[in-house]
């Protein structure tokens, strides 16, 4: 099993930043990709950005390339999501997943283990 714990949620003002945590804890080694995704009121959670455990490669969603950066930390087990330039529809909840197998970055249903998420707001 994984335990993903996300922090760093909050209210900001548009064009500002946040910057999300995502620490794992228990079997770790079993990780090969980690995923930011979000979910706004009335829609379906989508991708937002990935991360190869290992290699680093990473992998965005059209909406968000340029404004986000998705970064690791394997000696901390802490993936990062950094978020510049938010604008309104940035709003959601946040999630951090991991997934065992390779390939899938940005299919929701491919991932094993979820975090319980968290808020960002962002007012215009």
């Known amino acids: 099993q994984v335990q993903l714990v996300e922090s760093g949620g909050g209210l900001v003002q548009a064009g500002g930043s946040l910057r999300l945590s995502c620490a794992a804890s228990?079997?770790?080694?079993?990780?090969?990709?980690m995923g930011w995704f979000r979910q706004a009121p009335g829609k379906e959670r989508e991708s937002v950005a990935a991360?190869?455990?290992?290699?680093?490669?990473?992998y965005y969603a059209d909406s968000v390339k340029g404004r986000f950066t998705i970064s690791r930390d394997n000696a901390k087990k802490t993936v990062y999501l950094q978020m510049n330039s938010l604008k309104p529809e940035d709003t959601a909840v946040y999630y951090c997943?991991?997934?065992?197998?390779?390939?899938?970055?940005?299919?929701?249903?491919?991932?094993?283990?979820w975090g319980q998420g968290t808020q960002v707001t962002v007012s215009s």
């Open positions: 997943a991991a997934k065992i197998s390779s390939g899938g970055y940005y299919d929701k249903y491919e991932y094993d283990y």
């Open positions: 228990g079997r770790t080694f079993s990780i090969d990709v």
């Open positions: 991360i190869n455990w290992n290699g680093g490669r990473t």
